[in-house]
């Protein structure tokens, strides 16, 4: 199992940047895939961005493609959501997700990910 903690979210305006992280315990963390979702108020829990185990490959839904940039340093057991050009769309609580048995694609369900993190709120404020 990982356990997941996820930190970096606030308050901000729109435009602004945010940068998430997620540091993970637990000894696979490095051959594991990681994701991040998010969750506003009465929505599904959505995907958002995944980067496979080696960091070579990332993913990004259609809503933060340009903006969003996933990255980790597993020497840090960490990764992280870079956030540029915040909209109020934007605003949900995120959280990180590992995916320990990577497929060879990276996964955008929710149930590809066995662990969870508490999520940390994200709001733009226009």
């Known amino acids: 199992q990982v356990q997941l903690v996820e930190a970096g979210g606030g308050l901000v305006q729109v435009g602004d940047s945010l940068r998430l992280s997620c540091v993970a315990s637990?000894?696979?963390?490095?051959?594991?895939?990681m994701g991040w979702f998010r969750q506003a108020p009465g929505k599904e829990r959505e995907f958002v961005a995944a980067?496979?185990?080696?960091?070579?490959?990332?993913s990004y839904s259609d809503s933060v493609k340009g903006r969003f940039t996933i990255s980790r340093d597993n020497a840090k057991n960490t990764v992280y959501l870079q956030m540029n050009s915040l909209k109020p769309e934007d605003t949900a609580v995120y959280y990180c997700?590992?995916?320990?048995?990577?497929?060879?694609?990276?996964?955008?369900?929710?149930?590809?990910?066995?662990?969870w993190g508490q999520g940390t709120q994200v709001t733009v404020s226009s």
């Open positions: 997700a590992a995916d320990r048995n990577p497929a060879g694609w990276l996964r955008v369900q929710r149930d590809g990910y066995e662990d």
């Open positions: 980067i496979t185990w080696s960091g070579r490959s990332t």
């Open positions: 637990g000894r696979t963390f490095s051959t594991s895939d």
